[in-house]
């Protein structure tokens, strides 16, 4: 079976019976009203750091970022399962879209009652992937607000991370996990910073890595007919980076046992270094860490 087919079965699998749906979009003024905030910051943890039994008062990474704002700023943590394995509950698609959904309602909420409020989203690992594809949704223009209320997009360690993504700190190369975000910023991309430490797969994968590309893509169908045209653009992106890479033998290539055994090397001392977690003592220059940058940076804006 050719790689297109092969993935194509996938795909048509997972979109059989689903329909897009159309998301309504807003529109805010210059100057907060009184009583609203300057800035609302919509911060959405990442895996295992809130959920069930867990608080989402401030959890996690992100709390170094959000502490001591100033008080023009209005910040509120995003609960959602958080999971990624099937034995959790939610496997990583269902409850990454579940992150989306709750920002996205945050975000609706805030705008209808402060008309002037600008909006700052911020993720780390897979929160950092629902607050990119929230930001992405709302650079459309058919976004639950107007790309304009958008002050800034904080993302760490972001799983659909691209190269073309504005990176502080030093150049990583690769891709997300999940391979770059279809569609990208848009009209918000000028407002967009993302961070990844050297050696976190998570943000900083091969971008020909097709047996992670493919694990990425399977990991997030979760059959929301909402997602059905994200998906079937993320599965033709897919396609046309190995067929521009040498098709199916780069695939096959990838299967054998020495690929598999560097992957395993790769994996092990990835988890054995904390790499993910060390984003409260990474340096992106300037005697700041990613930590402190994103801190002083979302600051800024209020």
């Given amino acids: 079976m050719s790689v297109k087919k092969l993935i194509a079965v996938a795909a048509v699998t997972a979109l059989s019976g689903l329909s897009g749906v159309a998301l309504g979009s807003g529109s805010g003024s210059a100057a907060a009203d009184p009583g609203c905030p ?3 910051v919509v911060a959405i943890p990442g895996t295992w750091e809130t959920g069930k039994d867990k608080h989402a008062d401030g959890p996690g990474m992100l709390t170094g970022v959000t502490d001591g704002l100033p008080g023009s700023a209005e910040v509120a943590y995003v609960d959602y399962p958080a999971t990624a394995l099937p034995w959790e509950g939610d496997i990583y698609g269902a409850s990454q879209k579940q992150a989306v959904e709750n920002a996205r309602a945050m975000v609706g909420a805030m705008a209808q009652r402060c008309g002037g409020t600008r909006i700052a989203l911020l993720g780390y690992s897979q929160g950092a ?4 594809d929230l930001a992405s949704e709302i650079a459309t223009g058919q976004g639950v607000v107007a790309p304009d209320r958008i002050a800034g997009v904080g993302l760490i360690s972001d799983p659909s991370r691209s190269p073309s993504d504005i990176q502080v700190g030093p150049p990583v190369g690769g891709t997300g996990a999940k391979g770059p975000r279809v569609g990208g910023f848009g009209y918000v991309s000028d407002r967009v910073r993302t961070i990844c430490a050297q050696g976190d797969l998570y943000c900083s994968a091969d971008d020909q890595d097709y047996v992670m590309r493919f694990a990425g893509y399977l990991a ?4 929301d007919p909402a997602q059905a045209s994200r998906y079937e653009l993320e599965a033709a992106s897919t396609i046309a980076d190995v067929e521009a ?3 199916i ?7 054998g046992n020495d690929s598999s055994n560097e992957r395993a090397r790769q994996l092990a001392t990835f988890y054995a270094t904390g790499t993910h977690e060390s984003y409260g003592a990474y340096q992106v220059g300037g005697g700041q860490t990613a930590i402190s940058w994103m801190h002083n940076w979302i600051a800024g804006m209020a």
């Avoid at 992937?129 to 990119?132: F, H, L």
């Avoid at 997030?220 to 059959?223: P, W």
């Fill in 129 to 132: 992937d629902a607050a990119g």
């Fill in 249 to 255: 033998a780069a695939v096959q290539s990838q299967f």
């Fill in 245 to 247: 890479h040498g098709g």
């Fill in 38 to 40: 300057a800035l609302y």
């Fill in 220 to 223: 997030q169908l979760d059959g």
